[in-house]
């Protein structure tokens, strides 16, 4: 499984931004998945899981802020994520969120402004 994340850019504090996850295949309706992200000298943590059966957790940092979600056809996965804060800031990545990980994608940045 290749997965190829999408939609990071340069925001201000406030604002929002969708990001998406694509893995070439149906897979991500009968995986859990996750977000996670990276931000500069820390280690990679997890922002968002999403259950087969649908069922959400979320990390402290961002609950109320992100939701995580599939396309009907689980081909894409996405975060969508508001009010972002300059904390926010990091390499976002979608993998497995229990058990093993497929091989990383390169991920998508997402820079918050102050």
């Known amino acids: 499984v290749q997965l190829q994340a999408s939609g990071g850019g340069l925001v201000q504090a406030g604002g929002s931004l969708r990001l998406s996850c694509a893995a070439g295949g149906s897979v991500f309706s009968f995986n859990e998945m996750a977000w996670y992200r990276q931000a500069p000298g820390k280690q990679r943590e997890i922002v968002a899981t999403?259950?087969?059966?649908?069922?959400?957790k979320y990390a402290d940092s961002v609950k109320g802020r992100a939701t995580i979600s599939r396309d009907f056809a689980g081909n894409t996965l996405y975060l969508q994520m508001n009010s972002l804060k300059p904390e926010d800031t990091a390499v976002y990545y979608c993998n497995r969120g229990s058990g093993y990980t497929w091989p990383w994608g390169q991920g998508t940045l997402v820079t918050v402004s102050s």
């Open positions: 999403l259950t087969a059966r649908s069922d959400t």
